[in-house]
């Protein structure tokens, strides 16, 4: 069976709103609506660098995760500083996100900015994109538990 006819300019629209969507809903912390931008199967890994690396399966064991991490906070923004996205297929794509989590502790009202990195695998499942897999690396972090731990070494280049 032929590939459907693809438009790429569609996907990557499609792809760049995917990942909007993420960070709406991880800012506003509206954790039940993963499930409408994870594939139930989505493998997440998460690498502080301070700590030990973890490797998640499905949005709930995400949830479990993030949501106690962030309930600290009485302000918390995620925010894209640079994304790009190259589309395989009709049906996968891979991408990129630099990002910032600007945040205060509630308890201290201490502020402070975590960057890091996301690498991810996206799925098109019935003309809508998902998230399939997710890498995530910490690059920097000011406040108390400052430190710089850089890009890492031999990231694809993507896009054109």
């Known amino acids: 069976m032929a590939e459907p006819?693809?438009?790429?300019?569609?996907?990557v629209v499609s792809l760049w709103r995917l990942q909007?969507?993420?960070?709406?809903?991880v800012t506003r912390r509206a954790w039940h609506e993963l499930a409408t931008v994870f594939l139930p199967d989505v493998a997440v890994e998460i690498d502080t660098v301070t700590s030990?690396?973890?490797?998640l399966s499905g949005a709930e064991e995400f949830i479990a995760f993030v949501a106690p991490a962030t309930d600290r906070f009485d302000h918390f923004e995620f925010v894209i500083l640079n994304t790009v996205v190259d589309v395989d297929s009709h049906e996968s794509a891979r991408g990129r996100i630099f990002m910032a989590e600007i945040r205060r502790e509630a308890a201290t009202g201490e502020w402070s900015t975590a960057y890091g990195l996301y690498q991810d695998g996206y799925r098109k499942?019935?003309?809508?994109w998902w998230f399939a897999d997710r890498r995530y690396r910490s690059l920097a972090r000011t406040g108390p538990d400052s430190g710089v731990f850089g890009i890492p070494d031999g990231l694809p280049r993507l896009g054109r």
Not at 5 to 11: I, L, N, S
Not at 20 to 25: E, F, L, N
Request: net charge negative; charged share 50%; proline share 5%.
């Open 52 to 55: 030990t690396p973890r490797k």
């Open 20 to 25: 909007s969507q993420y960070a709406d809903i």
């Open 5 to 11: 006819a693809r438009d790429e300019t569609a996907d």
């Open 125 to 128: 499942v019935d003309d809508d």
